[in-house]
């Protein structure tokens, strides 16, 4: 996760959490507030700060240097909190124990139910939405939810009904990306049916764990069994040991305010992409 000052946030094991800036780490300790348990979500906060859920399922918020509790563990109603995301409104929003939809209400977690719907909606995956609204995976359907209510729903995908997805996320033209578990990826524009990238396209296999987008508008796919991937005018180039980059499964992507590709490996660390290489 990389904060509105391009620092780069680390979870690491048992607990230890760092952030990476200006060339150096900075490790966080009990006596900064953090509670030391292992940090499951990262998301950006209302006022620029930056939130973080524990393995506990707390709710921290870091600012000024420091951290404070902002919500405990949820209630039994809705159950623990592992997940965040933060939509462009600054509102927050988990999926609960039970994989169920709640928004954060000054210090507690409560269910939320959309305009219509008899009860809080499945999420097995989210994402905010670049505008506004919030775009929820119930395990069957992928939906934005803006203004309390179903704004569009996205169709044309067998996988999105086969429970498949693993990630989403949506562009700088307003086109969602989605990849799978199943090694494929997807694009949906606001016009027209979807566009599916499989091996036969030359996307290469693996289990889909990440989507970004750089400030060029290249597309950078995280993937368990390829490593690194981008899409640029629609063709797709691996990166490995030429660059760099050793044959770890690749999990997480990141762009820093310096516009440097950071990435999370499953046991090779963490590497950063400059002028091509690693």
Same mark, same amino acid.
Request: charged share 20%.
């Given at each position: 996760?990389?904060? !509105?000052?391009?620092?780069?946030?680390?979870?690491?094991?048992?607990?230890?959490?760092?952030?990476?800036?200006?060339?150096?780490?900075?490790?966080?300790?009990?006596?900064?507030?953090?509670?030391?348990?292992?940090?499951?979500?990262?998301?950006?906060?209302?006022?620029?700060?930056?939130?973080?859920?524990?393995?506990?399922?707390?709710?921290?918020?870091?600012?000024?240097?420091?951290?404070?509790?902002?919500?405990?563990?949820?209630?039994?109603?809705?159950?623990?909190?592992?997940?965040?995301?933060?939509?462009?409104?600054?509102?927050?929003?988990?999926?609960?124990?039970?994989?169920?939809?709640?928004?954060?209400?000054?210090?507690? $977690?409560?269910?939320?139910?959309?305009?219509?719907?008899?009860?809080?909606?499945?999420?097995?995956?989210?994402?905010?939405?670049?505008?506004?609204?919030?775009?929820?995976?119930?395990?069957?359907?992928?939906?934005?939810?803006?203004?309390?209510? $179903?704004?569009?729903?996205?169709?044309?995908?067998?996988?999105?009904?086969?429970?498949?997805?693993?990630?989403?996320?949506?562009?700088?033209?307003?086109?969602?990306?989605?990849?799978?578990?199943?090694?494929?990826?997807?694009?949906?524009?606001?016009? =027209?049916?979807?566009?599916?990238?499989?091996?036969?396209?030359?996307?290469?296999?693996?289990?889909?764990?990440?989507?970004?987008?750089?400030?060029?508008?290249?597309? $950078?796919?995280?993937?368990?069994?390829?490593?690194?991937?981008?899409?640029?005018?629609?063709?797709?180039?691996?990166?490995?040991?030429?660059?760099?980059?050793? !044959?770890?499964?690749?999990?997480?992507?990141?762009?820093?305010?310096?516009?440097?590709?950071?990435?999370?490996?499953?046991? =090779?660390?963490?590497?950063?992409?400059?002028?091509?290489?690693?």
């Amino acid at each position: 996760f990389v904060d !509105p000052q391009g620092g780069l946030w680390v979870a690491m094991a048992p607990g230890q959490l760092a952030r990476y800036a200006a060339g150096k780490f900075t490790a966080f300790h009990a006596t900064d507030g953090w509670s030391m348990k292992p940090a499951l979500s990262f998301a950006r906060g209302r006022s620029d700060d930056v939130m973080i859920v524990d393995a506990l399922g707390v709710t921290h918020q870091f600012r000024d240097g420091h951290f404070d509790q902002v919500a405990a563990a949820a209630a039994r109603t809705t159950g623990r909190v592992e997940t965040l995301t933060v939509d462009a409104a600054g509102t927050v929003w988990a999926p609960s124990a039970e994989r169920k939809l709640q928004v954060l209400r000054g210090a507690d $977690w409560e269910p939320f139910v959309p305009a219509g719907d008899a009860s809080p909606p499945t999420v097995e995956n989210m994402a905010a939405a670049k505008e506004k609204g919030l775009w929820i995976f119930d395990g069957q359907h992928l939906r934005l939810l803006d203004g309390g209510r $179903w704004t569009r729903s996205i169709k044309g995908a067998p996988e999105l009904a086969s429970g498949s997805v693993a990630c989403v996320m949506e562009d700088s033209s307003g086109s969602l990306w989605v990849g799978t578990s199943r090694a494929k990826l997807f694009r949906f524009g606001t016009n =027209g049916p979807p566009q599916e990238f499989a091996a036969p396209s030359g996307f290469p296999p693996g289990h889909i764990g990440d989507i970004c987008e750089d400030r060029e508008g290249n597309i $950078w796919v995280a993937s368990m069994g390829s490593g690194l991937i981008r899409l640029k005018r629609s063709v797709f180039q691996t990166f490995g040991l030429a660059e760099g980059l050793p !044959p770890e499964p690749v999990l997480s992507l990141a762009e820093d305010s310096s516009g440097r590709l950071m990435l999370g490996t499953l046991e =090779g660390g963490m590497f950063v992409m400059e002028n091509g290489r690693f």
